[in-house]
Nanobody
Framework: QVQLVESGGGLVQAGGSLRLSCAAS????????ISWFRQAPGKDREFVAS????????NYSGSLKGRFTISRDNAKNTVYLQMNSLKPEDTAVYYC??????????????WGQGTQVTVSS
């Protein structure tokens, strides 16, 4: 069993930065791929980034690559999402999710409750 708790969201001006954290319970954290998603009001949830078990493989949504960076510290059971040059359209609730396999289309086993990011213009 893994529990995920996101933190680090808040209100920031356009052009600013935030670092989100996804803290996990459980001793098997390092065996999970972790992804970040976001959902803006009235829009579908969209993929943001993912990171492999060891942190050696990262994938990003094409539109966000270069501004967002995902990383993980398995010793701290935490995955981070560094977000730079934020834009108003980045406003959303950000969620982290965990799954055992990176196979596309495979379901996520665990989700966090989300953290709100609001970017003002």
């Amino acid at each position: 069993q893994v529990q995920l708790v996101e933190s680090g969201g808040g209100l920031v001006q356009a052009g600013g930065s935030l670092r989100l954290s996804c803290a996990a319970s459980g001793r098997t954290f390092s065996t999970y791929y972790i992804s970040w998603f976001r959902q803006a009001p009235g829009k579908d949830r969209e993929f943001v980034a993912s990171i492999s078990w060891s942190g050696g493989i990262m994938n990003y949504s094409g539109s966000l690559k270069g501004r967002f960076t995902i990383s993980r510290d398995n010793a701290k059971n935490t995955v981070y999402l560094q977000m730079n040059s934020l834009k108003p359209e980045d406003t959303a609730v950000y969620y982290c999710a965990a799954r055992k396999t990176p196979v596309p289309g495979s379901p996520y086993d665990y989700w966090g409750q989300g953290t709100q990011v609001t970017v003002s213009s």
